[in-house]
């Protein structure tokens, strides 16, 4: 029986002739005779051409990287790599000007933690400078941040503690301000650390000898250490996305082109490679992978070394995840359209690489990647149950997607058993994905610049509770505005289409895609409810 069958039946009877009926089965053929099958069948065509890209790039880059590991191409083996030591007669001066940046806003749960850990970065103290850049719009966290910054002063660390009279630009703003302060011209390099960014101390001394030995080098960047990655079953699935990320496309990208997007944060610019690349520019939400792409056009190389590894917070609220994934999504595509162009007349980079940046890093990585596993999985398969014409290849459904799922996954051996989660997790996230890509390439709607600052917890969950507070909790208007907050309707809606698909396959359908339908179901319901990642009680 199919959806024509189910049709007729449900309007038989409405005459007695069943002219109605009949004239509705005629239009309703023709309808998915003419047009949804053959729309469905060019969709299926184009979402295995995108399936089929994004697993060559996957395999390319595994192969790559089993190349890098197994030919031992470590950074320092790369580059030229010299521990830096003490001059008696040079004294200090052998040592270049450093300034540490730490651009903040409203950070009252961490930003203790990464002012301490820069201060505490052991580096000659007459070369380097830690500056704090506020941009707090809470006077209360602003005063606290100061106080701060007086107390490190105090015990003889050169900080400064920098604000200004508006948001303009967001981090890009402030970080391009903080460029400005004539003390900057002492410096020869700037590293940059978001609040809950915590450095070990030998930070500088694994990461400087790379400019001092290297001038064509413009980046080191870190890599990302995660403390809260057990928190939530949400944070260990972005632990999986992001190791991928750092292990392979960044370690890829730093071996094979000396390029790959500056993630913001744990890094260490030539001030140089800054001010020739044009400085920082608010242009989109993702202004590091801008700086990254226009340094890169001048000739710079960049270098990925992931043994330095700096101590960070996932974000562990779903609110607070889909915020920052709207914005490295639609970043990113936005930033594709406005610069395609430049990269494409630049003629200081060779053809290999234009490819590498235009195909590899954006095209697939950041647009495709998105666009294919929300289109794919979450509307086109569960739609193909009721067209029983539209045949979609096995291995386009299953050996495809395993094998890139395998890549990813395999970078983190731990959580290897919670890839079925972590499959269910991403595709409900791809909704938001790909919508922030489409909002990003089309320049469409308010939010295509909307720049929401993730929120981090610290030690927030480990504080006790002040029983002095009233308890909100007990409040039934605040557990009812609790639980419309926590209401997610894009989900909802996405998660009742795909249980009818579902539904309907285990009763009609031949494929057994209800098998992956109802878990996928079930993944929408649950995030659609706000029942995912940590939930902070009302205090």
Known sequence: ????????????????????TQELGIIW???????????LNVAVFLCLTMSVMLFIERLYMGVVIL????????????????????????????????????PMYNEKEVYQLSIGAACALSWPSDRIIIQVLDDSTDPVIKDLVEIECQMWASKGINIKYEIRSNRNGYKAGALKEGLKH??????????????????????????????????????????WKFVNAN????????EMSLNYHFRVEQEVGSSTYAFFGFNGTAGVWRIAA???????????????????????????KFVYVGAIKVKSELPSTFKAFRYQQHRWSCGPANLFRKMVMEIIRNQRVDLWQKIHVIYSFFLVRKIIAHIVTFSFYCVVIPTCVFFPEVVVPIWGVFYVPTIITVLNAIETPRSIHLVIFWVLFENVMSLHRSKGTLI???????????????????????????????????SKKS????????????????????LVCACYDAMFGKYWYFVYLFGQTVAFYVMGFGYVGTLIPPS
């Open 1 to 20: 029986m199919d959806l024509v069958s189910l049709i007729s039946e449900a309007v038989l009877g409405l005459t007695k002739d069943g002219v109605i």
């Open 29 to 39: 053929r023709q309808l998915r005779d003419f047009i949804l099958i053959p729309t």
């Open 67 to 102: 190349i890098v590991k197994l030919s031992g191409r470590k950074p320092e083996k790369r580059y030229k790599w010299e521990e830096m030591k003490d001059d008696v007669e040079l004294g200090n001066s052998n040592y270049p000007m450093v300034l540490v940046q730490i």
């Open 182 to 223: 004539s003390y900057v011209d002492m410096c020869d390099f700037v590293t940059i650390f978001d609040a809950d960014f915590q450095p070990d101390p030998d930070f500088l001394y694994k990461s400087i000898p790379y400019f001092v030995h290297n001038p064509e080098v413009g980046l080191v960047q870190a890599r």
């Open 231 to 238: 928190e939530c079953l949400m944070t260990r699935v972005q």
């Open 274 to 300: 800054i001010r020739e690349a044009g400085g920082w520019k608010d242009r989109t939400t993702v202004e590091d992978m801008d700086l990254a792409v226009r340094a890169s056009l001048k000739g710079w």
């Open 440 to 474: 990003g390439i089309l320049e469409a709607g308010g939010r295509v610049n909307e720049w929401v600052v993730t929120e981090k917890l610290g030690d927030t969950l480990l504080k006790p509770k002040d029983n002095n507070k009233p308890d909100i909790k007990s």
């Open 479 to 498: 557990r009812f505005s609790a639980f419309r907050e926590r209401l997610h309707l894009l989900e909802l809606g996405m998660g009742t289409y795909i």
